[in-house]
């Protein structure tokens, strides 16, 4: 593992648009909940803050897609967000997208970039 990287969970346990794996990250000494998805073979992070208000999205824990499993969704007012880019794409979030947390798939493992 190089220095300064965290794993966060096995790739394996990302299936594709499928439930997602929460971690907490810190950010000026406070911790931040955030997670992990695959979309389109891809791994996608983010912080778990709406883009509208700071409520966090999944409606189950681990589940961030909506029905169709092309978008992100806000479980408190259907906020849509683009799984690739964190981009709002429809509902309440006014164009305020996601902020994004720095993953990358190596040697079987998701692991936190530097922040």
């Known amino acids: 593992m190089a220095a300064g990287q965290r794993l966060i969970c096995a790739a394996s346990d990302l299936?594709?648009?499928g439930r997602g794996v929460r971690f907490t990250l810190e950010q000026d000494g406070e911790p931040v909940p955030a997670f992990a998805v695959r979309f389109r073979g891809e791994v996608c992070g983010y912080q778990n803050r709406c883009g509208h208000i700071p409520v966090e999205l999944d409606w189950n824990e681990g589940e961030f897609f909506d029905?169709?499993?092309?978008y992100l969704i806000c479980s408190t007012h259907g906020a849509l967000y683009?799984?690739?880019n964190g981009h709002c794409r429809g509902g309440r979030c006014g164009g305020?997208?996601?902020t994004p947390v720095s993953l990358e798939e190596r040697d079987g493992g998701i692991y936190l970039k530097d922040m």
């Open 82 to 84: 683009d799984p690739h």
């Open 67 to 70: 029905p169709s499993q092309l």
């Open 15 to 17: 299936a594709e648009a």
């Open 96 to 98: 305020r997208g996601l």
